[in-house]
């Protein structure tokens, strides 16, 4: 398959604006619209363009921790700030809000939600990796149809 030089310069030079862009829906979910789920599908939507733009190679050079590391990571995030309000006393998935001043920025603001927002962020995204891995290994180069099978294919 050719590749487009134009859409790979295009694609690299808005990839990081993109990540930008998921991480502001991360943090500025909890207030406005967004949050980590929608923070995880723009980070995703960067990460296949990755992949549209230079196939599989482009997206693991992009990425070097495996999709289940990310998916399984971004569980356990989740899973734990769920349960660490019961460790208090609290129920399951309360929150709390820590404001703070800061000399120069003013008041900032955070809440408990946040790590269960980063686990979703992180589900999602390494959810679209595996897809996109799944799509690039199935759709890896042709051989053609005179090649001899690979070695850990033959028959003994």
């Known amino acids: 398959m050719r590749r487009s030089p134009i859409l790979e310069v295009v694609v690299r030079a808005e990839f990081?604006?993109?990540?930008?862009?998921?991480?502001?829906?991360?943090f500025a979910g909890?207030?406005?619209?967004?949050g980590g789920f929608a923070g995880g599908l723009m980070a995703g939507a960067a990460f296949t363009l990755r992949f549209v733009s230079g196939g599989i190679d482009e997206l693991r050079g992009a990425i070097r921790i495996s999709p289940a590391t990310v998916l399984g990571g971004g569980l356990l995030v989740a899973t734990l700030s769920a349960l660490v309000p019961l460790t208090?006393?609290?129920?399951?998935?309360?929150?709390?809000?820590?404001?703070?001043?800061?000399?120069l920025l003013g008041t900032a603001k955070t809440t408990s939600a946040l790590p269960f927002d980063l686990g979703v962020y992180l589900v999602v995204l390494g959810l679209i990796l595996m897809v996109l891995e799944a799509f690039g290994r199935n759709g890896s180069t042709p051989e053609p149809a005179d090649a001899p099978p690979?070695?850990?294919?033959?028959q003994r």
């Open 88 to 103: 208090t006393g609290n129920a399951l998935l309360e929150q709390d809000e820590w404001r703070a001043e800061l000399p």
């Open 30 to 34: 909890h207030n406005e619209p967004g």
């Open 150 to 154: 690979p070695a850990d294919e033959v």
């Open 16 to 26: 990081h604006t993109l990540i930008l862009v998921s991480l502001y829906l991360l």
